[in-house]
């Protein structure tokens, strides 16, 4: 063990993910990245997995002493690494390969990104999301959360009635145009960027895993992806690396992250790591009251999305064949 790896086991480094899944150490889309530039820098860390809001946009989330990083952070998780100096994959590069990284980083987090929000929650692909955002809440809960991101996600990408095929070819030529960017790039190297690997690696490597290995029905993304025989082996030869042929990573036991109430930069919690025993139960500290609060806020946040979703669900909006001319009437 090096004593960077050393170091991170002494302090308890601790990464809060989503479940793993289809031989998977974490089937979540956005934790998948943060695991494997974790694992690329060598970091000993201690995966955990996360039964509290399994729909929050703060997972994947990150303790080390006391600090404590958010998925929703700038720049999220590896942002939070690299801004603490606790690990930065990319130090020691140069000024225009930090561009080149910085550059196609952006085109996997934006237009790969969003065909995959695309073929995640707005196609048939109903079981693959269960599994990996909705497989621990009981229903209708999970029925109401199931609604409300698809909804968030039709705004995120500006999708409606009128224009969703054409959002949907948009989308995918990005996609495709991404994709061969990243094989150009990469052509037969072991690592995108100056023969080591970079934050880049752990962003395209994360995604092209998730391709391979979930479940997407009549997935575009992955037809695309599959014209690239580049970047399949890239990442089938850092799996190995990595991975090694091990069966799926099996969690410890359920782990909640501190009780904050929204996604903050990296903060001082004044503990010096996570802590997995409950205090004395005659004597409720602030960090309990905080935690039972935010836990009954959950609970009614969700009890009212489950009404939301019942009241709405049922509504038929009527076409009373009424145009507007655009007229003011007298």
Known sequence: MTDLAATMADRGLVLLLRGGA???????????????????????????????????????????????????DTGGIIGVLKRERICDLDEGLPDSAKADVNAYTSIVNSW???????????????????????????????KAIDWKQRRSVQVHLGINTENASERAAELYRKAAAAYEALSVR??????????????????????????????????????ELNKHRALIVYAENL??????????TIFPKAYSPPPTTGPSSSSSRGTT???TTKP?????????????????????????????????AGIEVEDDGMEDDGGVDD
Request: proline share 8%.
């Open 239 to 248: 799996k190995k690396k990595i991975l090694g042929d091990l069966p799926p």
């Open 22 to 72: 289809w031989g998977l150490p974490t089937a979540c889309p956005a934790c998948l990245p943060v695991y494997m530039y974790l694992k690329l820098a060598r970091v000993a860390f201690t995966p955990q997995y996360a039964t509290f809001q399994p729909d929050s946009d703060n997972l994947p989330v990150l303790e080390y002493g006391d600090v404590v990083g958010y998925g929703s």
């Open 280 to 312: 004395a139960p005659k004597k409720r500290t602030e960090k309990d009251k905080l935690f039972r609060k935010r836990a009954k806020y959950f609970v009614i946040a969700q009890v009212a999305a489950v009404l939301l979703y019942v009241v709405f």
């Open 186 to 223: 990469l052509q037969d190297q072991t690592y995108f960027i100056a023969g080591k690997p970079t934050s880049l690696d752990a962003v395209v490597l994360g995604h092209i895993l998730f391709i391979q290995h979930a479940p997407l029905e009549l997935s575009i993304l992955k037809e």
């Open 112 to 142: 790969l990104a969003d065909a995959l929000l695309y073929e995640l929650w707005l196609k048939e692909n109903g079981a693959t999301v269960a599994e990996v955002y909705l497989s621990s809440l009981p229903w209708p809960i999970n």
């Open 273 to 275: 790591g996570p802590t």
